[in-house]
Every structure is written in structure tokens, then in C-alpha cells.
């Protein structure tokens, strides 16, 4: 079974991403502090990272870039606003992130991304640059 990692400081939406996700087979854990998931977080536990952008107290591009260094998942960035293209080069200036979902989004469509998502190549840990 896909196991797959919410965290997103809106709870409105973990808990409709949770229920839709889980509802298409996937096994979901959720976070609405990102400080929470990261201490939470094993690796070789998830399969895809659903990471809001914009969260207090660590931003998504931070969080992931904590995460990668347990474990070097695959990772779709969320936001309700445009895509921090430029942000992201900052934090990860070699790596090409090819997923980002923009809320809203209906249920299949984020079935259809994380899907897709998963059949691409795993993205090179930022240690091996």
C-alpha cells in the first residue's frame, strides 16, 4: 500500500486530502504543524510528501529540506498561491521538482498527480550535489 505524508497547517484540507486519499487506497498520516512532523518523521516510512508551502513556524521548503536528510522521498509542494519557483531554487539550487499542486483541487486530480508523481525517477539527495 502507497503510504503518503500531509502536512499542511489548514486542517480544513489534511482532513478532506485524508479521507479522499484514503477512500483510493492510499495509507495517509497528517500533521498541521510542520515543527510535529518533522519529529515525527522515519525514514523508509512514505512512499510522497504532500507539503503545504506556506506554514508558520517552518515554511514547506524548509520542512522538506529537514526531511531529506532522514530520507530522500519524493515530495509535491501545495499552495493556494503561485508556484515559489524562485524560493525553491534558493533552498534546493540543483533539484528539479516537477510537482506542485494548487488548491483547490478536486480529489481525483490529486490521485492522478501523486500517481504520476510515483512513477517518476527519485530526484537526487541534496548531499549527493
Do not use: W
Not at 34 to 53: G, N
Not at 54 to 80: H, Q, S
Amino acid at each position: 500500500m502507497t503510504r503518503v505524508l500531509i502536512v499542511d497547517d489548514d486542517p480544513d484540507i489534511t482532513i478532506t486530502f485524508k479521507q479522499g486519499l484514503q477512500s483510493n487506497g492510499f495509507e495517509v498520516d497528517v500533521f498541521n504543524d510542520p515543527i510535529q512532523a518533522l519529529s515525527s518523521f522515519r525514514a523508509s516510512r512514505y512512499d510522497l510528501l504532500l507539503i503545504d508551502v506556506r506554514m508558520p513556524k517552518m515554511n514547506g521548503f524548509e520542512l522538506y529540506k529537514e526531511m531529506e536528510k532522514i530520507d530522500a522521498v519524493k515530495v509535491c509542494f501545495i499552495t493556494a498561491f503561485e508556484v515559489y519557483y524562485e524560493a525553491l531554487r534558493e533552498v534546493f539550487p540543483t533539484m528539479e521538482v516537477g510537482c506542485f499542486i494548487t488548491k483547490p483541487i478536486e480529489i481525483a486530480n490529486l490521485v492522478k498527480k501523486i500517481n504520476e508523481q510515483l512513477e517518476v525517477p527519485a530526484h537526487r539527495r541534496i548531499s549527493d550535489r
